[in-house]
């Protein structure tokens, strides 16, 4: 079952795809890490392997893992996704 979502969390799920410049690899990788903990929809556990072959897909599961090992509640992931968003507004600019 998917976590409730605030809607602070919401809101910067909007945002994130308002940015004037693409966040880097890293913090791309960062916001879905926490995106899919904040919302649970699947749970981790419940999610697909990717195989061997799918590079971009097992980076995408390993941040999502990252933040899972750190025992980060689905509110807790959304403050940080939140967090997350409002310093890549500043640092790349917001169309908002």
Do not use: C
Request: net charge positive.
């Amino acid at each position: 079952m998917p976590a409730q979502q605030s809607p602070d969390f919401k809101k910067a799920v909007e945002q994130s795809r308002k940015l004037k410049a693409k966040p880097t690899d890293d913090e791309l990788l960062q916001l879905y890490g926490l995106f899919k903990q904040g919302t649970q929809d699947p749970p981790i556990e419940q999610a697909k392997q990717p195989g061997m072959f799918e590079l971009k897909e097992k980076a995408k599961k390993n941040a999502w893992q990252k933040v899972a090992d750190e025992g980060l509640k689905p509110a807790q992931a959304q403050q940080r996704y939140v967090k997350l968003v409002n310093s890549l507004k500043e640092k790349h600019g917001f169309a908002g």
